[in-house]
């Protein structure tokens, strides 16, 4: 399955149409949510989503707006909230923090979706049903067959997500070789090969135009259409923000897949290295004492800027997409540490960029992680030659 997501240019009408939807349908999730905590909580047992979908034909009744919806929406609804409870029963049995499924506001609940039918492409316009033709953007071709459709909501701009059953073309790379690559934060990565990607900091370089809007929304009056029109500003600094890291990580992705045949990453976790620094406390005197939490900050916010496990999974899906490129994951243990020339383990702090070892090895230390941990993966792979 490959999703192609294209802008749409809906009529003011349309907008508001959209809109309604979207909005009916939050009231069905909501509605159907609700239903499942009451009947749990006075009869001890739950209801599923066919009990639910029943139901519908005597809602439509009650609610005749309902009817202006396509039947398949509604039935999307129900089932987005089956899969939320299943999924928060899959949590509980794995004994982390389950998180009760919650009421979604209209400003949350973005998207709804045609699963099967209700919608077709035609003539450069999307034709949805009981809402009509919408003009489409499509800067690319659409390939496969289309399974599903979800129209999706993104400040004021909307966009069609087409689901397609495509068959995959295998692609060769140029080189057969496999790369290693250290991730890091004054530099995106760095390649075994001794290649640099660099860091663009796009978050960084919007952070004084974001500081300046959320001030000035901090300042509007809650509930007056001033500060909805500053909550759509900084909501759109986010998302160019995003659209800009995106963009650049999709084309690294892509020439890396595109050179390599095995691509090594170290299996980190962005989100365990970037936690708040743990308070310090004087045993005697029982005063916080520093503990660097204000640089700490700066760099966790440097970590999920650069976007590591985006960019990971960009790799990995365009690699499984080429059929004859691997992603591969390492453990990360002393990697910046280790000497790549002779083994031997030369400990430096986070400043200290240069590696130097007494073998005459004198090299980036960037550089020498990578090539670390290319050769973790080359170690690896003759272990299992040899097994087998």
Not at 104 to 132: A, W
Not at 235 to 245: D, F, G, I, S, V
Not at 350 to 379: P, T
């Amino acid at each position: 399955m490959k999703t192609f997501k294209f802008r749409l240019y809906p009529t003011k009408k349309q907008c508001e149409k959209l809109e309604w939807t979207l909005v009916r349908c939050c009231e069905l999730y909501n509605a159907a949510l609700q239903e499942r905590r009451e009947m749990y909580k006075y009869t001890g047992k739950g209801t599923n989503y066919n009990a639910q979908a029943m139901q519908l034909p005597e809602i439509k009744e009650i609610r005749e707006e309902y009817k202006d919806i396509h039947s398949q929406v509604l039935q999307d609804v129900l089932r987005r909230v089956e899969k939320t409870f299943k999924d928060f029963f899959l949590r509980v049995k794995a004994g982390v923090t389950p998180g009760y499924p919650r009421f979604q506001g209209r400003t949350h609940y973005d998207s709804f979706c045609f699963p099967q039918v209700g919608f077709s492409l035609k003539n450069g316009r999307l034709e949805l049903s009981k809402i009509g033709h919408i003009k489409i953007k499509l800067h690319r071709k659409v390939l496969g067959t289309i399974k599903t459709c979800t129209i999706k909501r993104e400040g004021h701009c909307w966009y069609a997500c087409l689901a397609c059953e495509v068959e995959t073309m295998p692609r060769t790379p140029y080189t057969d070789e496999a790369v290693g690559i250290d991730l890091g934060v004054s530099k995106l990565a760095t390649l075994s090969t001794g290649d640099v990607i660099e860091n663009p900091k796009h978050y960084r370089k919007a952070e004084k135009k974001l500081a300046k809007a959320q001030q000035t929304l901090a300042r509007k009056k809650r509930g007056s259409n001033r500060r909805k029109k500053a909550v759509q500003r900084v909501a759109k600094l986010h998302r160019k923000t995003r659209n800009q890291r995106n963009d650049y990580l999709h084309q690294w992705s892509r020439r890396l897949v595109n050179t390599y045949e095995t691509i090594v990453f170290e299996d980190i976790a962005p989100a365990n290295l970037s936690k708040r620094a743990k308070p310090k406390q004087d045993e005697e005197t029982g005063q916080y004492l520093p503990n660097g939490a204000s640089a700490k900050s700066g760099l966790n916010k440097s970590i999920l800027d650069a976007g590591w496990s985006q960019f990971i999974a960009f790799c990995e899906y365009k690699a499984a997409e080429a059929g004859t490129v691997r992603v591969v994951l390492v453990d990360p243990k002393y990697t910046s540490q280790v000497c790549s020339s002779c083994g031997t383990v030369r400990k430096k702090t986070l400043s200290e960029r240069w590696h130097s070892c007494e073998c005459g090895c004198e090299l980036d230390r960037d550089h020498n992680a990578a090539l670390n941990i290319k050769a973790l993966w080359l170690g690896r792979s003759l272990q299992e030659a040899q097994a087998s």
